[in-house]
Nanobody, 118 residues
Framework: QVQLVESGGGLVQAGGSLRLSCAASRSIFRDTTMGWYRQAPGKQRDMVATITSSGTTGYADSVKGRVTISRDNAKNTVYLQMNNLKPEDTGVYYC????????????WGQGTQVTVSS
C-alpha cells in the first residue's frame, strides 16, 4: 500500500532552486509531525527539516536559511522549497512521519533524486 509519494527532484546547477512535494495518505498525515530526510551516496539518512501539525518548523544546520518546509493539511501534502542549492545537497530525499520516541509511522517511499552540479 503506497502511503508516501515524493516528487519534484531533478538536476540543477549550484545556486538553483527546487520545490519538493510529498503526498501522504490521511492516516499518515494526521500524525503530529512530518519531515524530510536526505540520503547521500554512501551515507546514512539524515533529517533535513520537520514541521508539526500546527506549523512549527525545525531544520538541520546545513540547510538552515536555504530551505523552507511547509504543509497543506487540506491536501495531505508537505513541501520543501530549496534555494541556493549546493553540491553537498545532492541525494535522495524522502518524507515520513517521525514518532516522538523514535521510528516512523510509514514505510519509506521511493524518494526523489536531487542532483546539484558545481
Amino acid at each position: 500500500q503506497v502511503q508516501l509519494v515524493e516528487s519534484g527532484g531533478g538536476l540543477v546547477q549550484a545556486g538553483g532552486s527546487l520545490r519538493l512535494s510529498c503526498a501522504a495518505s490521511r492516516s499518515i498525515f494526521r500524525d503530529t509531525t512530518m519531515g524530510w530526510y536526505r540520503q547521500a551516496p554512501g551515507k546514512q539518512r539524515d533529517m533535513v527539516a520537520t514541521i508539526t501539525s500546527s506549523g512549527t518548523t525545525g531544520y538541520a544546520d546545513s540547510v538552515k536559511g536555504r530551505v523552507t518546509i511547509s504543509r497543506d493539511n487540506a491536501k495531505n501534502t508537505v513541501y520543501l522549497q530549496m534555494n541556493n542549492l549546493k553540491p553537498e545537497d545532492t541525494g535522495v530525499y524522502y518524507c515520513n512521519a517521525p514518532h516522538l520516541f523514535g521510528g516512523f509511522r510509514a514505510s519509506w517511499g521511493q524518494g526523489t533524486q536531487v542532483t546539484v552540479s558545481s
